[in-house]
């Protein structure tokens, strides 16, 4: 069951809170495995919390015992605000400390995003140290327009698993690309390419939603931080 919610001091934010299946109750996201803020592609190439790929990671995640929260950054329909850029990693860290609120402060907390979503929950990563489990990246742009790769330059901090999940024909997040950039910036990401597709990942939902599952199974140690490579927290 959808729950809209609204957070935040300024901007305002508004968001979609969805407990793990098989709790009809959303107030019940206390009683989840975990959870994972869930953030979406471009503002201003028509970005939003209900796109397609975004849809698919959050049902993954709740699929794994997991709850959801996706929202919109601001200035997109109901979230106050006007787009800046590279501010909006701020909306993803005040997503983060309102979904810690609902799962508890010990349940293990996943960031994961798509497109610029990737980029924005990558430097929000950057800055959380330890405090979060996980960290997913769809279609992970490192750099475009104004967010240039030295932006990132703190994520090598960030010793929790990553997952990255690109398209084979992505020319936007190009597989090799952002693979060897993860590696350089000191991280371990577990790469995985989703063959025949492009940025949009067309037909690769199923598999999008399957490899994140994994990760979540394999990788995050509820209870606990604890990488695929052995790495701990």
């Known amino acids: 069951m959808k729950e809209r919610v609204t957070f935040g001091a300024g901007p305002r934010l508004e968001g979609l809170f ?3 299946d098989g709790e009809g109750n959303p107030a019940a996201g206390s009683a989840a495995a975990g959870g994972v803020v869930v953030s979406h592609p471009h503002p201003l190439y028509g970005g939003t919390m209900v796109q397609p790929v975004v849809h698919h990671i959050a049902k993954a995640c709740r699929s794994r015992g ?7 950054f601001r200035g997109v329909e109901g979230s106050e605000g006007e787009y800046e850029g590279v501010a909006e990693k701020g909306d993803v860290q005040v997503a983060a400390g309102y979904l810690r609120e609902r799962i508890g402060p010990d349940a293990p907390l996943v960031l994961a995003g798509y497109s610029y979503g ?4 990558a430097l929000a990563a950057a800055d959380a140290g330890s405090s979060l489990a996980g960290l997913v990246l769809v279609a992970f742009p490192v750099v475009f327009q104004e967010i240039r790769a030295d932006v990132f330059a703190g994520l090598g901090s960030f010793v929790g698993p ?3 999940v690109c398209g084979e024909y992505d020319d936007i997040a190009p597989p090799s690309h952002v693979g ?3 590696r350089e910036a000191g991280l371990r990401p577990r790469e995985v390419v989703i063959p025949g597709c492009d940025h949009l990942f067309a037909g690769g939902h199923g598999q999008i939603e399957k490899e994140i599952a994994r990760f979540l199974a394999e990788g995050v140690v509820v ?4 990488a695929a490579d052995g790495r701990t927290a």
């Open 18 to 20: 969805e407990p793990p």
């Open 66 to 72: 997991f709850a959801t929260l996706r929202f919109n």
């Open 118 to 121: 990737a980029s924005m929950s």
């Open 162 to 164: 990553v997952l990255s």
């Open 180 to 182: 060897r950039f993860l």
């Open 223 to 226: 209870g606990g931080i604890e």
